[in-house]
């Protein structure tokens, strides 16, 4: 993951008016854009971790937007995909939604209505890789923890006190007060509010049954 | 859509009808057979009563009469008058009857007051009657066989299938034999004679046998239940006929309709990425041009590409044009009556009109208009401006629906003018309405008309459009006159 380029757009269309005139289109708003005319190249070869989007037309020949749609979803890709087509039927459209589209547009389409969509998908791409990357931190440093501290890691995210946590774990509340100690500065946490806002999730994962 | 051989129940029909048909006939005649048979037997029956009641008025009329100077020369005569007296005995005081028989009913003739029977032999076809009287009593001997007065009789006895017999105590006695025809039928009539004297029953009786029947009457009805059937069947045929046809002919309009659907969605997906194309380099060379400083490079670039999809676009249009174009255009011209164009348009058209109730008025003119044209295309273009003319007449009253076709020569040109009385078309709409897509009404493609002119102008020809006053609409078709 590159951060400092700014976020590529992926066009995918066969026909090669559309796609030129689109790319055009899309550049004049900053956004760099890679286009392809064949969807089964596309698959195979586009970048997975970049930061960006997809804009998918529906028709083309060999194999149709909406499968490759499906293919996208299975493999667990993140960039945000828009739909484009000719003429869309509101099946096609629910299939597209149903399959994880962000967007679906009707050609031709108006270039404020594309580029603010493309926008907002960016938008929603970074915000969630940032998302990951917080959330992959925390399980590290959450990997870090003796089995004790996890312990009464869960139990103050529940809301006990030292003194009930102690009872819980037949510790003494002063023994419970080093782990705390302890777990909050491998943590980095500053205070319970903010070891609940970015730890609640992973404790509870490890402490579910 | 049911096959058309569909009518099993017609022989059924068939025979119920007929069976019904000749169970009425057999009825009526076997009916008419009875009230024949009972008159003829009422008559045998009075006739032979008269007899009996004559025979007891002569035996009394010899006991009154007796006479006295020549006592066998009244009663011999007898025979002679009346043929079934066979011979007349007398019995003067003191004198003996020669048998017993006829002494047993002499006294009882006394007693009674009147003629008696005193035996009768059916199997020798004679009784006797006596009759007491003072001085002398009388008997007589009647022949059976001659008792009938065959110059009255109804019946000839020799062919009537009636029997007539006389029964009397267990004898009979044959006066006409009858035939036993053998069917299933048989009137009988008994009566007792209208005398006390000659106690015989009157029996009459007749079989109706098979040959008997109105066959021939029945054979006539056999035949004609069998020709309505036909004509049921022919008439349900033709109905079918006509559904079907009707029925083919919608499904030539959905056929039409449907090519027409998948032509526009070819035509739109075909247009619709150029179209999209050049909408996004139009859109990103304004952009381009709106930055500060402008692009002005790339937005050229832009321009270009928008272009090449215009032209693009334009070579759909193109290629669809070429793809559709009608190879009737180029078909060759030949003279063409015109008033036989219209009358096959107007019989095509016959049940449309009579459905709407209206008659169209047809100025055929005096003589024949022959116009250079192609058949198939002018018979569309009449068809077309009768169908616009009668689809304006729904929107009026019945009573005011008027069409008119007015044929005439003018300049060299034939000239068919379409009239109708309906709302007619606006002034601001009239010069458009030849254009395609244009129409005025709810569900019309607007092809019609556009139709219409682009077959006219083929041909050499034109279509114009004028108001008609007090309302309504008159189109004319032009065309160059056969040289």
């Known amino acids: 993951m590159n951060a400092t380029l700014s976020p590529l757009i992926h066009l995918v269309d066969d026909d090669e008016g559309v796609r030129s005139s689109l790319a055009l289109l899309i550049s004049t708003v900053g956004l760099r854009v890679q286009d392809w005319a064949d969807p089964q190249r596309f698959l195979r070869e586009f970048p997975r971790g970049d930061i960006g989007a997809i804009v998918l037309d529906v028709r083309m020949p060999g194999v149709s937007g909406l499968t490759v749609l499906d293919t996208l979803l299975r493999e667990g890709v993140?960039?945000?995909?828009?739909?484009?087509?000719?003429?869309?039927?509101?099946?096609?459209?629910?299939?597209?939604?149903?399959?994880?589209?962000?967007?679906?547009?009707?050609?031709?389409v108006d270039d404020e209505v594309l580029?603010?969509?493309?926008?907002?998908?960016?938008?929603?791409?970074?915000?969630?890789?940032?998302r990951l990357a917080a959330d992959r931190a925390a399980r590290e440093r959450y990997a870090q923890l003796s089995e004790r501290e996890k312990e009464v890691a869960g139990l103050i995210v529940e809301g006990l006190t030292n003194k009930e946590a102690g009872r819980a774990l037949a510790l003494s509340p002063r023994t419970v007060e080093t782990h705390r100690a302890n777990l909050f500065a491998k943590l980095q946490a500053e205070s319970l509010a903010q070891l609940i806002r970015r730890y609640g999730t992973v404790i509870d994962e490890d402490q579910a049954p | 859509m049911r096959p058309p051989r569909r009518h099993r129940w017609l022989p059924a029909f068939w025979l119920a009808l007929a069976f019904g048909g000749w169970i009425a006939l057999v009825r009526l005649e076997i009916a008419d057979l009875q009230d024949a048979f009972e008159t003829d037997a009422r008559i045998a029956h009075r006739l032979l009563s008269q007899r009996a009641v004559q025979h007891d008025a002569i035996l009394a009329t010899l006991a009154l009469l007796q006479p006295p100077d020549s006592p066998e020369a009244g009663a011999q005569r007898l025979p002679a008058l009346y043929p079934q007296i066979l011979s007349v005995q007398r019995r003067d005081a003191g004198a003996a009857w020669p048998d017993a028989a006829l002494a047993a009913a002499e006294a009882q003739s006394r007693a009674l007051r009147r003629a008696v029977l005193a035996d009768a032999?059916?199997?020798?076809?004679?009784?006797?009657?006596?009759?007491?009287?003072?001085?002398?009593?009388?008997?007589?001997?009647?022949?059976?066989?001659?008792?009938?007065?065959?110059?009255?009789?109804?019946?000839?006895?020799?062919r009537s299938p009636v029997a007539v017999r006389l029964e009397q105590g267990g004898q009979r006695f044959t006066l006409q034999?009858?035939?036993?025809?053998?069917?299933?039928?048989?009137?009988?009539?008994?009566?007792?004679?209208?005398?006390?004297?000659?106690?015989f029953d009157v029996v009459l009786q007749r079989s109706v046998g098979w040959a008997e029947l109105p066959w021939q009457r029945m054979v006539?009805?056999?035949?004609?239940?069998?020709?309505?059937?036909?004509?049921?069947?022919?008439?349900?045929?033709?109905?079918?006929?006509?559904?079907?046809?009707?029925?083919?002919?919608?499904?030539?309009?959905?056929?039409?309709?449907?090519?027409?659907?998948?032509?526009?969605?070819?035509?739109?997906?075909?247009?619709?990425?150029?179209?999209?194309?050049?909408?996004?380099?139009?859109?990103?060379?304004?952009?381009?041009?709106?930055?500060?400083?402008a692009d002005v490079d790339t937005a050229r670039t832009a321009m270009r590409q928008a272009e090449?999809?215009?032209?693009?676009?334009?070579?759909?249009?193109?290629?669809?044009?070429?793809?559709?174009?009608?190879?009737?255009?180029?078909?060759?011209?030949?003279?063409?009556?015109?008033?036989?164009?219209?009358?096959?348009?107007?019989?095509?058209?016959?049940?449309?009109?009579?459905?709407?109730?209206?008659?169209?008025?047809?100025?055929a003119g005096a003589e024949a208009l022959a116009v250079q044209a192609e058949p198939v295309a002018l018979e569309q273009i009449i068809h077309n401006l009768l169908t616009n003319a009668l689809q304006a007449l729904d929107q009026v009253p019945p009573n005011e629906r008027q069409l008119s076709v007015r044929l005439q020569s003018q300049a060299g040109q034939g000239e068919l003018t379409v009239g109708d009385s309906g709302p007619g078309i606006a002034p601001e709409l009239l010069p458009r309405i030849f254009e395609p897509f244009f129409t005025t009404r709810e569900n019309g493609l607007g092809l019609g008309l556009s139709l219409c002119e682009?077959?006219?102008?083929?041909?050499?020809?034109?279509?114009?459009?004028?108001?008609?006053?007090?309302?309504?609409?008159?189109?004319?078709?032009?065309?160059?006159?056969?040289?």
């Not at chain 1, 580029?115 to 940032?130: D, G, P």
């Not at chain 2, 008997?139 to 066989?145: S, Y």
């Not at chain 2, 034999?177 to 106690?199: M, N, V, Y």
Request: aromatic share 6%; charged share 25%; glycine share 6%.
């Open chain 1, 115 to 130: 580029l603010e969509a493309l926008q907002q998908a960016v938008r929603q791409h970074v915000k969630s890789r940032e």
């Open chain 2, 177 to 199: 034999p009858g035939g036993d025809a053998g069917g299933p039928w048989s009137f009988d009539f008994r009566k007792h004679l209208e005398t006390d004297s000659q106690p």
């Open chain 2, 454 to 483: 682009t077959l006219a102008a083929n041909m050499g020809g034109h279509i114009g459009v004028q108001a008609r006053s007090p309302r309504g609409a008159a189109f004319t078709l032009r065309l160059p006159l056969a040289a």
């Open chain 2, 308 to 363: 090449e999809q215009a032209r693009r676009a334009a070579s759909v249009l193109a290629r669809l044009r070429r793809g559709v174009e009608r190879p009737s255009a180029a078909a060759p011209l030949q003279p063409v009556v015109l008033q036989d164009a219209v009358r096959n348009a107007l019989y095509l058209l016959e049940p449309e009109f009579s459905k709407r109730a209206v008659a169209p008025q047809f100025e």
């Open chain 2, 121 to 158: 032999d059916f199997a020798a076809g004679r009784y006797r009657l006596v009759r007491a009287a003072q001085p002398a009593s009388f008997a007589a001997q009647f022949d059976l066989r001659k008792l009938v007065p065959w110059p009255e009789w109804p019946m000839d006895p020799q």
């Open chain 2, 220 to 293: 006539l009805w056999g035949l004609l239940v069998a020709l309505l059937a036909a004509a049921v069947h022919w008439l349900l045929r033709q109905r079918a006929e006509r559904a079907r046809a009707e029925e083919l002919l919608r499904l030539g309009q959905v056929a039409r309709l449907d090519a027409l659907g998948e032509l526009a969605a070819g035509m739109a997906h075909e247009l619709n990425q150029p179209l999209a194309a050049v909408l996004a380099s139009a859109q990103a060379a304004r952009r381009l041009l709106d930055e500060e400083p």
């Open chain 1, 78 to 108: 993140d960039q945000p995909v828009i739909m484009l087509t000719g003429h869309g039927t509101v099946d096609m459209c629910r299939r597209a939604f149903k399959a994880g589209a962000a967007e679906f547009l009707e050609k031709p």
